[in-house]
Nanobody, 123 residues
Framework: QVQLVENGGGSVHTGGSLRLSCAAY????????MAWFRQGTGKEREAIAA???????TYVEHVKDRFTISQDITANTLYLQIDSLKPEDTGMYYC?????????????????WGQGTQVTVSS
């Protein structure tokens, strides 16, 4: 079992930056991929980026210029740096893990989710 706890969300103005974190607990050695997703109000959840144990990253194309995923494996913590925030970035941001051996970009593989951290961007 893996448990995930996100932090770092908040309210910012357009153009601001945030660094989200996600601490993993439990059987973290079994994690193959970690990823960030988000869900805006009234919208479907969408993937943002993923990273594997070798620090190989994959991004959804339309966000890769402003979002940076990283991790500190020794601290079992995942990060998401978001720059040049826009109002449309508003939503709940979730981290998730995938323990299997498939591709990290197979977004339907993710099995364990955190409770989310809210990001609100005002103009």
């Amino acid at each position: 079992q893996v448990q995930l706890v996100e932090n770092g969300g908040g309210s910012v103005h357009t153009g601001g930056s945030l660094r989200l974190s996600c601490a993993a607990y439990g059987f973290t050695a079994m994690i193959n991929c970690m990823a960030w997703f988000r869900q805006g109000t009234g919208k479907e959840r969408e993937a943002i980026a993923a990273i594997d144990r070798d620090d190989l990253t994959t991004y959804v194309e339309h966000v890769k210029d402003r979002f940076t995923i990283s991790q500190d494996i020794t601290a079992n913590t995942l990060y998401l740096q978001i720059d040049s925030l826009k109002p449309e970035d508003t939503g709940m941001y979730y981290c998730a893990t995938y323990l299997g051996g498939g591709y990290c970009r197979d977004w339907n593989n993710y099995e364990t989710w955190g409770q989310g951290t809210q990001v609100t961007v005002s103009s």
